[in-house]
């Protein structure tokens, strides 16, 4: 008996082709279309499919984020589905497979998949990412690994993987370890395990979060900015090790004693931020004023699980803990 798979449909470069009078991709293939391009589907899996929509990745919002993973925790539940795809646009494709990865711990595999090239382009890697999806997703090695992203015959996990390049096919990369296994050969081929992440049991989201990056001679004008305009966290993704330059400070006092919590993490692409200095606007600093740290999260996945986290408590002390709790490193 063949194994069910769902697919929620999203949209994103893997659905688009060349308008010929824009001469730039738009959306274009519908649900089926994109299926009917992977060679023998019907033999791997039965498929069913779930429209959700059919949009760009950067028109996705945190709150449809969330709707995606209501459908998701709705079916990967089922008695008879194997495993899960969200196919998905890529340039915010780590934060949906994130945010479902804080929100969902399920034993089936939950994959999220894109493409790099439309339909119209020589090279069209949709087909193949969305076959190297579903053998993921019916395979027994999948299980209990979390949410996977698998793109260019690479599983790489939720919470490690990020886009590093705005051409590259093997874009998508986990910067600290690699990936955790690869495709070949329609098989799953895993190299190593991780540890069991946090859960985040809500289904509310704070939206209003800030992402602010770090660079040299910055003031608290911008943190005053959005202290005045009624964001409910801050995440600034600080210079190295976790250090900003001094004008900062005050702004990031001032956030805090108004109950906005600010959650640090670094600008570099690997390594964790650490209370390593304690001069003015050092990680030792920070840290004693109340600063929560982001472990080895990049700025944009911190921002997600401020949002998932202020979704469910706003109480300081509850929102630093089930931040920090379980950050891989």
């Known amino acids: 008996m063949k ?6 449909f999203t ?5 688009m082709k060349i308008d010929p009078e824009l001469h730039a991709a738009i959306p274009a293939l519908n649900a089926n279309e994109l299926i009917s391009t992977v ?3 019907e033999e791997i899996a039965d498929i069913e499919v779930i429209n959700f929509a059919n949009i760009p990745s950067p028109h996705i919002t945190p709150d449809q984020m969330m709707e995606i993973a209501k459908i998701a925790k709705e079916n990967i539940v089922r008695e008879d589905v194997t495993g899960l795809i969200v196919t998905h646009g890529t340039d915010t494709l780590e934060e949906t497979a994130y945010l479902l990865d804080l929100l969902i711990r399920s034993e089936k595999p939950i994959i999220v998949v894109g493409a790099m090239r439309n339909n119209s382009e020589l090279g069209y890697d949709g087909s193949s990412n969305l076959s190297a999806a579903l053998c993921t997703a019916i395979s027994p090695r999948a299980k209990n690994k979390g949410v996977l992203v698998v793109m260019n015959n690479e599983v790489n996990a939720a919470g490690e993987v990020t886009k590093t390049n705005t051409l590259s096919l093997d874009t998508f990369k986990s910067p600290e370890f690699g990936p955790l296994g690869i495709v070949d050969n329609d098989e799953v081929l895993f190299h190593r395990d991780i540890p069991t992440g946090s859960i985040i049991d809500t289904n509310k989201i704070e939206s209003k979060i800030a992402l602010i990056k770090t660079a040299s001679g910055m003031n608290s004008d ?3 900015f959005y202290i005045d305009n009624g964001y409910k966290g801050i995440v600034i993704e600080a210079l190295g090790r976790g250090n900003v330059p001094p ?3 005050t702004g990031i ?3 805090i004693e108004n109950n906005i919590p600010v959650v640090m993490v670094s600008r570099c692409h690997t390594g964790r931020v650490l209370d390593s200095y304690g001069y003015e606007g050092g990680g030792k600093h920070l840290h004693d004023l109340g600063v929560i740290f982001g472990g080895n999260l990049p700025g944009q996945k911190a921002r997600i699980k401020l949002m998932l986290v202020l ?3 706003k109480e300081m002390s509850k929102v630093k803990e089930l931040f920090e709790e379980n950050l891989l490193y």
């Open 39 to 41: 060679t023998n589907i």
């Open 3 to 8: 194994k069910k798979i769902v697919i929620i």
């Open 222 to 224: 911008i943190l005053d």
């Open 11 to 15: 949209g994103g470069t893997i659905s």
């Open 247 to 249: 004008e900062m400070v």
């Open 253 to 255: 006092i001032r956030a």
């Open 311 to 313: 979704g469910k408590t």
